[in-house]
């Protein structure tokens, strides 16, 4: 069965440094995976994907991520986080034959001034 | 470009009462979803309209929970009766279509607490 493990429950940084939040997959065949985040009282906002191709995409708000198939993860990073990107983060991976999406539990980022 | 829109964004009521959820799609996307999502976690779907057909309601409780999208734009979740266990987050999305690599564009969600 396909899932997505975000093994991290809050990761905390300071400003201006750089940010990784981590998530591992398992699904048979290529997976497509995508990066959401969600913000108090909102619903969830697309961040990015991993379709095909480079191994490394790029985002909004400057976000990136890195698709690793020998360790099935893909990793969501920035190179330098700002307060305004506190946010609830989820990762997600989608079943080619099924469209079933299956989200993470998600990762609270805290960004500290 | 307007959003997903859902209506109301709140709601309170008693178990045993009926509610229901509205989503107004994306103009132009065929697709769109159901999730409840629960505190803490991540949004587990419901259900999903390809146009007006549900093609996935696998996790749908269909004792109590019923949707529609009658003419393949906006939808109805409905509960009834709520149970206590009901109170959560139902969030709508939309995409493009069913292609697998599209992204999902979703709405604020409704906050229903069952007292």
């Known amino acids: 069965a396909q899932s997505v493990a975000q093994p991290e429950d809050q990761v905390n940084v300071a400003e201006g440094n750089p940010l990784t939040v981590k998530c591992t997959y398992s699904v048979s065949g290529n997976p497509y995976l995508f990066w959401y985040v969600q913000y108090p009282n909102r619903g969830l906002q697309f961040l990015l994907k991993y379709i095909t191709g480079d191994n490394l995409v790029k985002g909004s708000y400057g976000f990136e991520a890195e698709f690793n198939k020998s360790q099935t993860s893909f990793h969501l990073k920035k190179p330098s986080a700002l307060v305004s990107d506190s946010a609830l983060y989820f990762c997600?991976?989608?079943?080619?034959?099924?469209?079933?999406?299956?989200f993470g539990t998600g990762t609270r980022l805290k960004v500290l001034a | 470009e307007a959003g997903v829109v859902q209506s109301p964004r709140y709601k309170i009521i008693e178990k045993k009462q009926p509610v229901a959820f509205w989503c107004n799609p994306i103009?132009?996307?065929?697709?769109l979803y159901w999730y409840l999502q629960n505190l803490g976690q991540g949004p587990e779907l419901l259900i999903r309209y390809e146009n007006e057909e549900a093609v996935d309601d696998s996790q749908l409780p269909k004792d109590r929970f019923s949707a529609e999208r009658l003419k393949g734009v906006d939808s109805t979740l409905k509960i009834q009766p709520a149970e206590l266990g009901d109170s959560a987050v139902y969030l709508c999305?939309?995409?493009?279509?069913?292609?697998?690599?599209?992204?999902?564009?979703f709405g604020p969600g409704t906050r229903l607490t069952v007292t």
């Open positions: 999305a939309s995409s493009l279509g069913a292609d697998s690599s599209y992204e999902q564009y």
């Open positions: 997600a991976v989608r079943d080619k034959g099924t469209y079933k999406y299956i």
């Open positions: 103009s132009g996307h065929n697709t």
